[in-house]
């Protein structure tokens, strides 16, 4: 399974934009799938997850503000980023299980996100 994020970009403070994370190779292996991130000299965190059957969590810095969301039929997953902060600001991962290994298995390359006006 590869995974390919896109979406990143520079926005205004208020702003928004959509990540999606695209599967390939053996896609129905494809577990919880979520989103994490890496601002500069901090560590990776939690952003939001959702499993295949549509349960969602979410780190409390994004609830109300990001939403997740899955295609599993087309092995995608999407991130709604609203209302953006400057501390949104960071290298954001796609992440996902395999039915099989287990959680955490695969990661995305990341894509950039930078809000700031």
């Known amino acids: 399974v590869q995974l390919q994020a896109s979406g990143g970009g520079l926005v205004q403070p208020g702003g928004s934009l959509r990540l999606s994370c695209a599967a390939s190779g053996s896609a129905f292996r494809i577990g919880t799938m979520g989103w994490y991130r890496q601002a500069p000299g901090k560590q990776r965190e939690f952003v939001a997850t959702?499993?295949?059957?549509?349960?969602?969590n979410y780190a409390d810095s994004v609830k109300g503000r990001f939403t997740i969301s899955r295609d599993n039929a087309k092995g995608t997953m999407y991130l709604q980023m609203n209302s953006l902060k400057p501390e949104d600001t960071a290298v954001y991962y796609c992440?996902?299980?395999?039915?099989?290994?287990?959680?955490?298995?695969?990661w995305g390359q990341g894509t950039q996100v930078t809000v700031s006006s």
């Open positions: 959702m499993s295949r059957g549509g349960s969602t």
């Open positions: 992440n996902a299980g395999d039915i099989v290994y287990g959680p955490n298995r695969y």
